[in-house]
């Protein structure tokens, strides 16, 4: 007979290997250095510790973290090279804001705004952002409050798996419109809510193919106007 301890630890062992091989793949699609690194490794270790009991991301996608999340976060940056303060909206477990933030932390100047308005989602990114020392600030509130009262510096605003273009274009325009640079993943609908978005606004859009996804798109917002009001 099998015993159930030797099977539990073949089953993690199984699971161990699978995120290590997840993690070299995520690496070769998005390089980082080794102080980054250290602080993203940090922060999955404090992740995997908290989705045992808060449902940070959908538990399928675990054995994908760092290809599906942390990759997918990664590759935002090359979209704004030389950008030090990032808003977030809709931060959940870290993506992008945080691991952005982890691998901009030897930048001068850095600054990653991370807006959540869930209040266990917002207790991980303050413990993780902790662990992981990453120059972050979480505020526990929902992103069209913090966009009306926010007068800090801004280069880009972010948002992952949040609502679809058109309304989140309403909700981030107050710090749009000052000039930061819009960056939001979207998947394979991404030229439908583009299209929609440009009833409503004027803007400067690109579609980016996502490094992670080949059916994915990231929609890079310039130069945003209002237009028709919105229903």
């Not at 490794?41 to 009991?53: G, I, P, Y």
């Not at 979209?79 to 808003?87: G, K, N, V, Y």
């Not at 308005?117 to 526990?140: D, M």
């Not at 929902?142 to 801004?154: S, V, W, Y």
Request: proline share 6%; glycine share 6%; aromatic share 6%.
């Amino acid at each position: 007979m099998i015993r159930r301890s030797n099977l539990n630890r073949s089953a993690k062992g199984e699971a161990f290997a699978t995120l290590a091989a997840d993690r070299a793949a995520a690496l070769s699609l998005t390089p980082v250095s080794r102080e980054t690194l250290a602080r993203l490794d940090r922060f999955v270790e404090v992740f995997l510790a908290w989705q045992r009991t808060t449902n940070l991301v959908a538990p399928s996608t675990i054995p994908q973290l760092w290809t599906r999340h942390i990759a997918d976060s990664l590759q935002l940056l090359p979209l704004a090279p030389d950008a030090r303060t990032w808003i977030d909206f809709g931060t959940g477990g870290g993506f992008p804001g945080l691991v952005i933030a982890c691998a901009l932390a030897s930048q001068p100047g850095t600054s990653v705004q991370l807006v959540e308005a869930n209040a266990k989602k917002a207790a991980f990114l303050r413990e993780a952002q902790r662990v992981t020392e990453a120059p972050a600030r979480v505020h526990g509130e929902r992103m069209e409050e913090f966009a009306k009262h926010f007068a800090g510096e801004m280069d880009v605003v972010c948002a992952r798996a949040v609502s679809p273009l058109k309304s989140l274009l309403g909700l981030t325009f107050p710090l749009l419109q000052s000039g930061a640079v819009g960056l939001f993943p979207k998947g394979k609908n991404a030229e439908d809510e583009l299209r929609e978005a440009s009833i409503y606004w004027k803007m400067n859009a690109t579609l980016v193919v996502s490094r992670t996804d080949p059916a994915g798109r990231i929609i890079v917002i310039r130069d945003l106007e209002q237009g028709r009001a919105l229903p």
